[in-house]
């Protein structure tokens, strides 16, 4: 391997890691470091991100102290589990948010009153290509290779980026 083609990789490497943050999905955890306990106002800890479809919602507590149900908005508004979508309980749930819609969760426990309930909206993932980045692979390519990376579709993606690397690399 000639110093520019490992050159090369390395600068490709250092894209691969750039990206990582963009191309995997969010874990927002209900309350940060507070978690999933009573007396928290999860609206304004909601308010404060963006859940996009393929992030996951994660609640952290004391196991067999609480619990997480899905709800529709009658369960929400009003702290019951009848027809719950779903429901967890192993201290350290990840859910995960896969529908542009809004999400209701509750503690199922009789905590809900005690303010143990969120409701979160998901976004449909950006359909304009938004971050456009262009590599310079190689000096002798004819055309740059403009790399379209997007939210979710990074793991398609990226079998297709390793192979024009290499391939480019070891011409
Ligand atoms: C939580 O905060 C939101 C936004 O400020 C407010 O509208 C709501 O009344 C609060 N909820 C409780 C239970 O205090
Ligand atoms: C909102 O997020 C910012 C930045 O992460 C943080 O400093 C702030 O405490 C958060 N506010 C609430 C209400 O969670
Ligand atoms: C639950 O709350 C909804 C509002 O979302 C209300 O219309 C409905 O009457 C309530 N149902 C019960 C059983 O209290
Ligand atoms: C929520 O689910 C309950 C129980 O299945 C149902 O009676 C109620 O109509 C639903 N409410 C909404 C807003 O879908
Ligand atoms: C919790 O979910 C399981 C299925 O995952 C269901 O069988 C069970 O009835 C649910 N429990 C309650 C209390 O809704």
Redesign the pocket.
């Known amino acids: 391997m000639t110093m520019s083609s490992s050159a090369h990789l390395f600068i490709f490497f250092i894209f691969l890691i750039s990206t990582a943050s963009t191309i995997l999905a969010t874990d927002h955890i209900v309350g940060?470091n507070r978690g999933w306990n009573p007396g928290i106002n999860y609206t304004?800890?909601a308010?404060?991100h963006t859940f996009y479809v393929g992030d996951l919602i994660s609640f952290r507590y004391q196991k067999n102290q609480y619990n997480v149900f899905e709800v529709n908005q009658s369960g929400y508004d009003n702290c019951t589990t009848e027809g719950a979508f779903g429901n967890w309980s192993s201290g350290k749930d990840f859910v995960p948010l896969n529908d542009a819609k809004r999400y209701y969760f509750i503690c199922g426990n009789g905590q809900c009153y005690s303010g143990m309930k969120v409701s979160v909206v998901v976004h449909p993932l950006p359909t304009a290509p938004t971050p456009h980045i262009s590599l310079p692979l190689s000096s002798h390519s004819a055309a740059p290779m403009p790399v379209v990376l997007h939210r979710g579709w990074g793991f398609r993606l990226l079998p297709l980026l390793l192979f024009f690397c290499f391939d480019l690399v070891w011409i």
């Open positions: 940060a304004l800890w308010n404060n």
